[in-house]
């Protein structure tokens, strides 16, 4: 079994930076948007025949397949709302209408199923997925999707045991631990002792490696 966290949290609140202190020999990069890391990266580069550890891919398959194959212990996969958004943009940019039109959210919502199900099942590995939120008309705050037809039809968050928030609390970038009453944050008892932690998954990681080693 594999242990799944969801890390939420708005651009540049330090989801991304985060993994700064990550062991790259231990780690899977997948991001669905190539972009440049926001710390010095060495040992961090895309994979090639000469190794590497970035994968660079929205494509639902590919990612489950790197999920499966890797032997790294943590897998990380960064920008996870747009998996959904481009898959989105490419079929409304292919003009699909009636049917088509409304299917491709049962697709959409399938593909992101069949990612948490793979990383669920990914045995002895740590999987971190980092995305964006929204806040609804009610003012609770959840993961970024593609919208209501999407969520009907799954609850992202329901399908993990942790969920992390990103907060900026007097110029320190910090984890929210804790449910507000207005998003979706929890975490198994026990498994942090404060409200809020640092805003380093490499210490997060050791933390949730010990935790589930020692039930």
């Not at 651009?11 to 948007?33: H, R, V, Y």
């Not at 025949?49 to 639902?60: A, F, H, P, R, V």
């Not at 992101?112 to 099942?121: K, P, Y």
């Not at 209501?148 to 900026?168: C, F, N, Q, S, Y």
Request: charged fraction near 25%; proline fraction near 2%; include cysteine.
């Amino acid at each position: 079994m594999g242990t799944v966290t969801i890390i939420l949290g708005e651009s540049g609140t330090g989801k991304s930076c985060s993994m700064m202190n990550l062991d790259p020999e231990k780690t899977l990069l997948i991001q669905a948007i190539k972009k440049p890391l926001p710390f010095k990266a060495k040992g961090w580069k895309e994979v090639s025949k000469e190794g590497g550890n970035i994968i660079i891919t929205d494509i639902s398959s590919h990612i489950i397949s790197a999920i499966t194959k890797t032997r790294k212990e943590i897998i990380v996969i960064d920008d996870f709302q747009y998996i959904m958004a481009n898959e989105f943009m490419r079929r409304v940019l292919d003009h699909e209408t009636g049917n088509a039109a409304f299917q491709k959210y049962n697709e959409i919502a399938r593909s992101v199923w069949d990612i948490i199900n793979a990383s669920n099942a990914a045995e002895g590995k740590r999987i971190y997925i980092m995305s964006h939120t929204q806040t609804d008309e009610l003012g609770k705050t959840k993961i970024k999707t593609i919208g209501k037809l999407l969520d009907e039809k799954i609850v992202i968050e329901g399908m993990v045991t942790i969920v992390l928030k990103t907060a900026v609390i007097n110029d320190n970038y910090v984890f929210r631990t804790r449910n507000s009453g207005s998003d979706t944050v929890k975490s198994p008892v026990g498994l942090f002792d404060d409200e809020t932690i640092p805003n380093d998954l490499a210490t997060v990681d050791n933390l949730i490696k010990s935790y589930y080693e020692a039930a």
